[in-house]
């Protein structure tokens, strides 16, 4: 008795009830049209063929934006409710009822998956919208929009789904328009490359996702939210291995999704993809799709020690390698993508960092959102000015050239090195205390590790600024490679609109979440009651102002190697192991080769070997036998009557002297 | 009367007809073989008849007769008709059905 009155205060206190939660009323009932309108517009534009190039565009945005005003609507008829108000169902149809195996397709109308669905469909419009301007010249517009709609559909799936399954089906959805994107331009060989990459990289992720499910269905006979939370207690105390089982699998998947150690390869790759979809899927949202997953999975975390330490160290380490990773590269849009695997880094540690400090991951996921989104969108609108080149060796005094653009990166800039009072320090810093409240040595190495993180972003990011904004226009006496001239220049307005509305999102988003507690406090039905962590190691003053020194000398020191020296236009020999380590970006490619390749590569090689040499040897070997068979018996057929005769005549007579025998002996 | 004689024959003329149909080249010589058995086996079968004194074997041996016949028109339509296309009667020459 005592026993399940703790089990119930422990569930009680990871959040989510355990009953299931009520149906969805009034404006919240229609919250399906949410998902079904990015659906429809991606269905119709894709069947539709380019004849639909012209109105592509405007079909796309409307199709997001409308899902946008009805998210934004639910979101009001939710905000004024209580606590135990704010968890709904809307039950649609039942997917899978094979007689143990029930798998109800519905919806799970919560503070979390409200929050994304207001990320999702209000970054995606900005950046649809932005589209129109960045893919005005493309001949495949039908096609591209097509594939934007079904990646906010996908995702959209993904956040709303009420069980694992159906998370599974939105995961698998954003996995496919992510190649779809990636791989947009597909006549450039690299980005065909890149698709197939982060295409197959995200199989493996997969396959943990998919094993997760399998052994909550084995353990709990549910793969819905409500169900397996429930009973996760009582699978806790009776196979404490079956739960960190399910934890490490599912972290498997996210890690995939998420681009986090060691499956991070893939998303710098994935920057071949046309700009806004770097912005959307490769830095805003898919891969925030793993925070969600283990975010949602609070309670099955909340009762695995392993899995939360698994998942902190996960971060801990994506944290360093994604920041060394941005420290050595000239593509404007890799060293973004590297920042988005170390900003993810920070978001899986606090996830990791358990019960209290999940609402931390998601804000700094929204913060993340915004400033990413909007440098990624501003290192488009560079692109876009300066015929394509990603290289920032070629850029060089474009503030002047690009106010609008450059005014969005230094917003987004300040915001993600945490300048104080911006996103970005509301977000990160209370990461940071957290990982030092963890206490003893896995305090100090986990803050130490977001702490050194946070010093090198502040490195890269002000690089990346010099780099591309201030020193000298060496753009001047330099052609792309396609021989053309440059003539920077700024966007249209179509493109700087939602660039500046990020930017906004980028100074205020983070002060506006997080006080008064005010996001932590609205998630709480979903990931449990928000504790403050009390560093024990350090005091609070100390790690926040700390972190801003450590900043500043980040920034400090990059301003020593490129704000002080010329910058040379061709990337120059380096014996600095750190730059080297960048380039060779951290190993990441080093480990799939020696993890996953190789032993596949010689798999596959043994396998055809004993293919062609066993199996087809006792195939080969059976044909040629008949073969040879029948080309000496078909010699019988002579087309001579009478040697007929005489095999009749001597078969008869063997038959004959065979009865005889028989017969009389 | 001893039966044994008459099986004896009609084995003799099968024998004849057998060994015709193996080394003779002539199509109307091997199809004379061919009746010459048939009507060694209808030898015995009355002999047969006569030794069970009934008449089962006799009824059988007006069958063969019946089939004989029809297998001779029919035989013999076919010989002509390969006489006429390849002015040759020699079942060797006709060999082209084969592998």
Known sequence: ?665 | MNPTHYLMLSALLFGIGAVGVLIRRNAIVVFMSIELMLNAVNLSFVTFARMQGNLDGVIIALFVMVVAAAEVVVGLAIIMSIFRSRRSASVDDANLLKY
Not at chain 1, 51 to 58: E, G, K, S, Y
Not at chain 1, 109 to 114: A, E, F, N, T
């Open chain 1, 1 to 665: 008795m005592t026993q399940a009155l703790q089990l119930a205060a422990h569930l009680g206190a990871a959040g989510a009830g355990s009953a299931v939660p009520p149906e969805a009323t009034g404006v919240t009932a229609i919250a399906w049209l949410v998902l079904v309108l990015p659906a429809a517009g991606a269905l119709v534009l894709m069947l539709g063929g380019r004849r639909l190039n012209r109105i592509a565009p405007i079909l796309g945005c409307l199709t997001v934006v409308a899902a946008f005003v009805i998210a934004v609507s639910i979101f009001f008829a939710t905000i004024g409710a209580g606590a135990g108000d704010r968890v709904h169902e809307i039950p649609i149809w039942s997917w899978m009822p094979v007689q143990a195996l029930q798998v109800e397709f519905g919806m799970r109308i919560d503070p979390l998956s409200l929050t994304f669905m207001l990320l999702i469909t209000g970054v995606g419009s900005l950046i649809h919208i932005y589209s129109i301007g960045y893919m005005e010249h493309d001949e495949r517009r039908q096609r591209f929009f097509a594939y934007m709609n079904l990646f906010v559909a996908a995702m959209l799936l993904l956040v709303m789904g009420n069980s694992f399954v159906t998370v599974y089906a939105g995961w698998e959805g954003v996995g496919l328009a992510s190649y779809l994107l990636i791989g947009f331009w597909s006549h450039k060989r690299v980005a065909a490359t890149a698709a197939k990459k982060s295409f197959v990289m995200n199989r493996v992720g997969d396959f943990g996702f998919v094993i997760g499910i399998f052994i909550m269905f084995a353990e709990m006979g549910t793969t819905s939210f409500s169900g397996v939370f429930a009973n996760i207690g009582t699978v806790a105390q009776q196979h404490p291995g079956a739960v960190t089982a399910m934890t490490l699998f599912l972290l498997l998947g996210a890690c995939a999704k998420s681009g986090q150690v060691p499956l991070q390869a893939w998303l710098p790759d994935a920057m071949e993809g046309p700009t806004p979809v770097s912005a959307l899927i490769h830095a805003a949202t898919m891969v925030t799709a793993g925070v969600y997953l283990i975010t949602r999975s609070a309670d099955i975390y909340n009762l695995s020690g392993t899995g939360q330490l698994v998942v902190s160290i996960v971060g801990a380490v994506t944290i360093l390698v994604g920041a060394i990773g941005g420290c050595g590269k000239d593509d404007i849009k890799r060293v973004l993508a590297y920042s988005t695997v170390s900003q993810i880094g920070y978001m899986f540690l606090a996830a990791g960092l358990g019960t209290g400090v999940y609402g931390l991951a998601i804000l700094h996921l929204l913060t993340h959102g915004f400033f990413k989104a909007g440098m990624f969108l501003a290192s488009g609108s560079i692109m876009h000015g300066m015929n394509d080149q990603v290289d920032m060796r070629h850029y060089g005094a474009l503030a002047k050239r690009m106010p609008l653009t450059f005014i969005t990166m230094a917003c987004g800039y300040l915001a993600i090195i945490g300048f104080p009072y911006l996103s970005g320090f509301f977000s990160k810093d209370p990461i940071i205390e957290a990982a030092f409240a963890a206490g003893g040595t896995k305090g100090w190495l986990l803050g130490g590790a977001a702490t050194l993180g946070a010093a090198i972003t502040a490195f890269y990011m002000t690089r990346l600024m010099i780099m591309t904004f201030f020193g000298e226009a060496r753009w001047k006496n330099l052609t792309s490679p396609d021989g053309r001239a440059y003539h920077p220049h700024e966007s249209g307005l179509v493109m700087t609109v939602p660039m500046l509305i990020l930017s906004i999102g980028s100074l205020g988003a983070g002060a506006f979440l997080a006080s008064g507690e005010r996001l932590v406090g609205w998630l709480t039905p979903s990931v449990g009651e928000f504790a403050e962590p009390h560093p024990t190691l350090l005091s609070a003053g100390v790690i926040t102002w700390g972190n801003v020194v450590l900043m500043l000398v980040g920034a400090g020191i990059a301003y020593v190697y490129f704000g002080m020296r010329p910058v040379p236009v061709t990337q120059p020999a380096t014996r600095n192991p750190v730059v080297m380590l960048s380039r060779a970006g951290v190993g990441g490619d080093a480990i799939n080769e020696t993890l996953v390749a190789r032993p596949g590569l010689w798999l596959a090689r043994t396998s055809s070997y004993l293919d062609a040499r066993g199996v087809d040897g006792v195939v080969d070997g059976v044909g040629t036998a008949i073969l040879g068979l029948s080309s000496w018996w078909k010699g019988w057929q002579n087309g001579y009557v009478r040697s007929y005769a005489l095999s009749m005549l001597s078969g008869t007579l063997l038959v004959a002297v065979a009865l005889m025998v028989v017969n009389f002996s």
